[in-house]
């Protein structure tokens, strides 16, 4: 087991805490058909609003493009798994819906908890950084194979409030909203360039290279890669 010393522990969602069909088959396919009813029915919503000008505006379209163009230009995006904001915005408030109701539950891999709670339990301070919106986050954690853990983090962020995943300011950007210093954050992630970017701002990284994801047998160079989270330990300096 690798040991490692941190203040904050910051981890990606998909193929880190959960597999990845949880979001491109389980999720996705729950938000699709329901976008365009959404955009419809909270149409005044401002959240809404906002979301559907940037679509407009990034996708090509006309100020006055309908739902119809609208979802078009949402669907193609995620069969290319592009994280682009506005998107994960409705796909959020939809997936925070569905957990709500009772019609989703986040699988975990299962040392995922074990391994929080450790770490939570002794005094680190938990974080998530995903492309998936704050509101989805909280939702997704509200509701998992292990119960609701939402408890156990004390910060959310995303590409809105940080900004893109692979780009070393937006994990400044984090440390600074931490208050942390960035060599006292370590952050876990199935996605080398992700880690790249972490470890540009000076945090330490772990790259999760789980069996039968798509980053199994990625290249994680200079980064510690373990298959597990029981595989590294992190205590406080």
């Known amino acids: 087991m690798t040991a490692l010393t941190a203040r904050w522990v910051v981890v990606d969602i998909e193929g880190t ?6 979001v491109h088959v389980v999720l996705y396919d729950y938000a699709r058909p329901r976008l ?3 955009i419809t029915s909270h149409a005044s919503d401002p959240v809404v609003v906002e ?10 379209l006309s100020s006055s493009a309908g739902v119809d163009e609208i979802v078009a230009v949402l669907h193609g995006w995620m069969d290319a798994d592009q994280k682009i904001a506005p998107l994960k915005t409705l796909q959020g408030l939809i997936w925070q819906r569905g957990y709500a109701e009772g019609d989703l539950v986040t699988e975990l891999f299962p040392d995922v908890v074990p391994a929080l709670r450790a770490w939570h339990d002794k005094g680190l ?3 998530v950084f995903s492309s998936g919106s704050v509101a989805g986050q909280v939702a997704a954690f509200s509701r998992t194979s292990e119960g609701d853990i939402t408890s156990l983090f004390s910060s959310h962020f995303d590409t809105v409030n940080a900004g893109p995943k692979r780009e070393a300011p937006s994990y400044r ?3 600074s909203a931490l208050g942390a210093p960035a060599a006292e954050i370590v952050f ?5 360039a992700e880690l790249d970017a972490a470890v540009a701002d000076g945090w330490q990284t772990v790259g999760l290279a789980r069996p039968g994801e798509p980053f199994a047998d990625a290249d994680f160079g200079t980064h510690l890669a373990v298959k597990s989270f029981a595989e590294v330990s992190v205590d406080l300096p």
């Open 173 to 175: 950007a984090i440390a």
């Open 36 to 38: 365009g009813p959404w």
């Open 51 to 60: 979301a559907v000008s940037q679509i407009r505006s990034l996708g090509g």
């Open 17 to 22: 805490l959960t597999p990845t069909s949880q």
């Open 125 to 127: 301070d938990l974080a």
């Open 188 to 192: 876990f992630s199935d996605v080398p």
